[in-house]
């Protein structure tokens, strides 16, 4: 989980550069799309809540995938 909150405290740094902001995000949308055994329920809960419209509609379709399940 600490690793997820210093990606976390990166992509809302309004000092960090853009482009490594959209680099972080989008190694954990793939993360989140072809892996998603990596993370566990809360990690994926907590994700979901992001502010960055992107994490969570990735870890969205994982909880709604385990909760059909």
Do not use: C
Not at 10 to 31: E, G, K, S, W, Y
Request: charged letters at 25%; zero cysteines.
């Amino acid at each position: 989980m600490s690793t997820l909150e210093a990606l976390h405290a990166i992509v809302t740094d309004d000092d960090a550069p853009q482009i490594i902001r959209d680099h972080v995000v989008d190694a954990l949308q793939f993360a989140l799309r072809n892996h998603p055994d990596y993370f566990t329920r809360k990690e994926i809960q907590w994700l979901a809540q992001w502010d960055d419209t992107r994490i969570p509609i990735a870890a969205g379709k994982i909880l709604n995938g385990m909760n059909a399940a």
